[in-house]
T-cell receptor, first 114, second 115 residues
């Protein structure tokens, strides 16, 4: 079975700090995509960043970057220069069996304090 | 270009009533997915539909739940004879076609409360 594990249920940081959210997964697939989604208090699911497993280069989107370790099946999200608007639940996810059937982790609640 | 539209945003039902949740995908998207989020949990896949076809319903409970995506109109997730355990946020997502990227575009969700 394909699973996604987010071991940190909650984190709190000060504005402008850097924070890393961890995610591990288990799959027998070789080529796949990995995603981090953000769910702010409005509850809408917003795609933060996507990583292609066959690419060695880590994905970066402005203040968001990933540390993808394929052999270790680890996919962590780094948020630099944290902002108050980053306060949200963050979910790691990847498609099951190469389909659009996303498997989500349980999420991590990030609070950015002023 | 409007995003995925879900309604109602909030729905309250008493035990035994029916709940209908609607989802209009993004313009040009023909694939619709329904996910359920229980409190303090991640999203769980329920069903994947294309126009007039159910492609994968492996996440749907065997009873009381059904989904459709007709040729015209929104996709509908129907829950008959609701129970308190059905209280959750139901998210719809869409994609333009089946792809291997897995990227989905989500609506804002419909929160069902069963009294």
């Amino acid at each position: 079975a394909q699973t996604v594990t987010q071991s940190q249920p909650e984190m709190s940081v000060q504005e402008a700090e850097t924070v890393t959210l961890s995610c591990t997964y288990d799959t027998s697939e070789n080529n796949y995509y990995l995603f981090w989604y953000k769910q702010p208090p409005s509850r809408q699911m917003i795609l933060v960043i996507r990583q292609e497993a066959y690419k060695q280069q880590n994905a970066t989107e402005n203040r968001f970057s990933v540390n993808f370790q394929k052999a270790a099946k680890s996919f962590s999200l780094k948020i630099s220069d944290s902002q108050l608007g980053d306060t949200a639940m963050y979910f790691c996810a990847f498609p099951q069996g190469g389909s659009e059937k996303l498997v989500f982790g349980k999420g991590m609640k990030l609070t950015v304090n002023p | 270009n409007a995003g995925v539209m879900q309604n109602p945003r909030h729905l309250v039902r008493r035990r035994g009533q029916e709940a209908r949740l609607r989802c209009s995908p993004m313009k040009g998207h023909s694939h619709v997915y329904w996910y359920r989020q229980l409190p303090e949990e991640g999203l769980k896949f329920m069903v994947y539909l294309q126009k007039e076809n159910i492609i994968d319903e492996s996440g749907m409970p065997k009873e009381r739940f059904s989904a459709e995506f007709p040729k015209e109109g929104p996709s509908i997730l129907r829950i008959q004879q609701v129970v308190r355990g059905d209280s959750a946020a139901y998210f719809c997502a869409s994609s333009p076609r089946q792809s291997d990227t897995g990227e989905l575009f989500f609506g804002e969700g419909s929160r069902l409360t069963v009294l």
